[in-house]
């Protein structure tokens, strides 16, 4: 038994260095994705139910490693926070984003925005709001086009920065939406002040639709919750016709999810719109 506690004690601490030696060499191939160009941009659509239009896009990172091949933002996401990578690569996704959605603008057709995640890291970066300034005036896209999503953990932060950041993101009129709702602590108090104009409902919430009576009341309550506060509802992770058609029937005002677009490259984005009506 002694024996055995041992060689588990020796296979654990392996298996650890490599995972630790993994993650120093992603940590090191992460600092020079963004100068090697392997970090590229998808874009999911955002559907209005009463119209079935298109309204913005949600811009999602990937990385095109050149050993590992794509890899996902739920694995380097996290390490580009820890190291503070984040800071650079969120500027370049929203560099990114406010151009290609300046290409996207029709002076016939509706207003399509793009929604940029935004990691509660950079909002203790006091450069954010010059970032965001520069990113609106270097593509010339209009601050009312461009939806910042927020994370509740981000609102509940209550460091000097982060709020400063909040209050003049809000001076700049861009869209302001809080991804994951319902996840996160709860930031009831916060949604008034920071003049938040859109829920997300987290995807944990629809994947059981229509089945799960338990989801569908939390769902109909964020509805009825962000309809008093005058906010609008996305419903995220939307994969099915049936959860659709629930949405629809609660009063969800926007969809988000594989039923309605997975996250696609700016050729087909462009393609999407063209089908668009004129107005
Ligand atoms: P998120 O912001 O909640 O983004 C939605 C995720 O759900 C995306 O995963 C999207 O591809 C996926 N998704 C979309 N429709 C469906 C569906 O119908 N069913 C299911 N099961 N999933 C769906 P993705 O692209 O892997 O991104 C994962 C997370 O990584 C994002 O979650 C976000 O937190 C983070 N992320 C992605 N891009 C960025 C970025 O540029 N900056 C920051 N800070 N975070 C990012
Ligand atoms: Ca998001
Ligand atoms: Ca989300
Ligand atoms: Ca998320």
């Given amino acids: 038994?002694?024996?055995?506690?041992?060689?588990?004690?020796?296979?654990?601490?392996?298996?650890?260095?490599?995972?630790?030696?993994?993650?120093?060499?992603?940590?090191?191939?992460?600092?020079?994705?963004?100068?090697?160009?392997?970090?590229?941009?998808?874009?999911?659509?955002?559907?209005?139910?009463?119209?079935?239009?298109?309204?913005?896009?949600?811009?999602?990172?990937?990385?095109?490693?050149?050993?590992?091949?794509?890899?996902?933002?739920?694995?380097?996401?996290?390490?580009?926070?820890?190291?503070?990578?984040?800071?650079?690569?969120?500027?370049?996704?929203?560099?990114?984003?406010?151009?290609?959605?300046?290409?996207?603008?029709?002076?016939?057709?509706?207003?399509?925005?793009?929604?940029?995640?935004?990691?509660?890291?950079?909002?203790?970066?006091?450069?954010?709001?010059q970032i965001v300034l520069s990113a609106l005036h270097d593509s010339g896209l209009p601050a009312e086009l461009l939806e910042l999503e927020l994370t509740e953990g981000t609102l509940m932060d209550d460091a000097r920065a982060t709020m400063v950041t909040l209050e003049q993101l809000r001076g700049i009129g861009v869209y302001l939406s809080i991804d994951d709702f319902g996840t996160g602590y709860s930031s009831m108090n916060y949604l008034k002040r920071f003049d938040v104009r859109a829920l997300k409902i987290d995807k944990s919430f629809i994947s059981g639709l229509p089945a799960d009576s338990e989801n569908a009341a939390i769902t109909r309550a964020i509805i009825a919750m962000a309809h008093g506060l005058k906010m609008a509802v996305v419903a995220e992770?939307?994969?099915?016709?049936?959860?659709?058609?629930?949405?629809?029937?609660?009063?969800?005002?926007?969809?988000?999810?594989?039923?309605?677009g997975h996250p696609s490259p700016p050729d087909s984005v462009q393609r999407m719109l063209s089908s668009q009506p004129e107005l």
Avoid at 243 to 259: I, R, W
């Fill in 237 to 260: 992770g939307v994969e099915t016709d049936a959860q659709l058609q629930l949405l629809e029937q609660y009063g969800c005002d926007m969809v988000q999810g594989y039923h309605l």
């Fill in 1 to 129: 038994a002694k024996n055995c506690g041992k060689n588990n004690a020796k296979l654990y601490s392996s298996s650890l260095t490599m995972q630790i030696m993994s993650h120093v060499k992603l940590e090191v191939g992460l600092r020079k994705a963004l100068q090697n160009d392997e970090l590229y941009l998808l874009y999911q659509p955002q559907i209005d139910v009463a119209s079935s239009q298109i309204v913005g896009f949600e811009a999602l990172v990937r990385w095109r490693h050149p050993e590992r091949g794509i890899i996902s933002p739920t694995e380097f996401i996290p390490l580009a926070e820890e190291t503070g990578l984040i800071v650079p690569i969120g500027e370049w996704v929203l560099r990114t984003a406010c151009k290609q959605a300046t290409g996207w603008q029709h002076p016939r057709r509706r207003p399509v925005r793009v929604a940029v995640n935004l990691s509660a890291k950079q909002f203790k970066d006091e450069n954010l709001t």
